[in-house]
């Protein structure tokens, strides 16, 4: 019946409307720091079965299939896509870019270790390396401090933070960057402000150096652009809104069976 055929379509409808939230989102990240794009599942509502596959026919012959009338679509999931974004280079020594697998650790003031693959770290009043937002001082974990009188900073592939001092021609190293892999980083907690959070479904956080067992290696003055792809967003952003358009027709359609039904008279 045509009611049925509005609810179907009202479940598409809603289904693209969290698919353009999601596409809208990717592309307002489009200049984000080491931003990951979302991208959107769908499934199947479940089935009205009128006939299941298997049963008898007359002859006592069991048909090949049936018939299931689908009432539907949701949305199944919104993964992360943790593909590498290309490299922008900086002249900031503090800036710096993972290229492979990791997350920095930085501690929120609360007292919870979050994790983030933007790099754009900074120092703060007392010389301790921060991440550079202006709401929040996050520490990196472990905590690296840099001396007032450091002329230089170098942060190798592995990395080992080390600074020239005045006077001292030679680079002493002051901490090292440790680096964080989960074994399913798309069970991590979005938290705004570039900032992960552990879960069940990411597993525990597994510490590691820059470079060895699977991690990737760190690049100085080099930041993680967006992996937002314009040209694909905009492609999925018309088959999308193509894809609202025929359901609601359907809508229409089926408004405009049941007023046919609605007008129907006896002769």
Partial sequence: MSV?????????????ESKLDTIANNLANLETTAFKRGRTNFEDLFYRH????????????????????????????IQSDFRQGAFKQTSEPLNVAVEGNGFFKVMDPSGQIVYTRSGNFSKNANGQIVMGSAQTGRLLEPPIVIPNDAEAIVISPEGKVSVRVTGNPNLTQVGTIELVNFINPEGLLKQGEN????????????????????????????????????????????????????????????????????????V
């Fill in 4 to 16: 049925q055929t509005l609810y179907s379509a009202a479940t598409g409808m809603s289904a693209m």
């Fill in 50 to 77: 009128e006939k299941l596959p298997g049963s008898e026919d007359n002859a006592g012959q069991l048909t090949p299939t049936g018939i299931s009338i689908g009432l539907g679509a949701r949305v199944s999931s």
């Fill in 195 to 266: 900032l992960y959070a552990e879960t069940n479904a990411s597993g525990t956080a597994v510490t590691g150096t820059a470079g060895q067992l699977g991690f990737g290696v760190l690049r100085q003055n080099m930041l993680e652009a967006s992996n937002v792809e314009p040209v694909s967003e905009l492609i999925e952003l018309i088959t999308t809104q193509r894809a609202f358009e025929l359901n609601s027709q359907v809508v229409q359609a089926g408004d405009q069976i049941m007023q046919l039904v609605a007008n129907l008279r006896r």
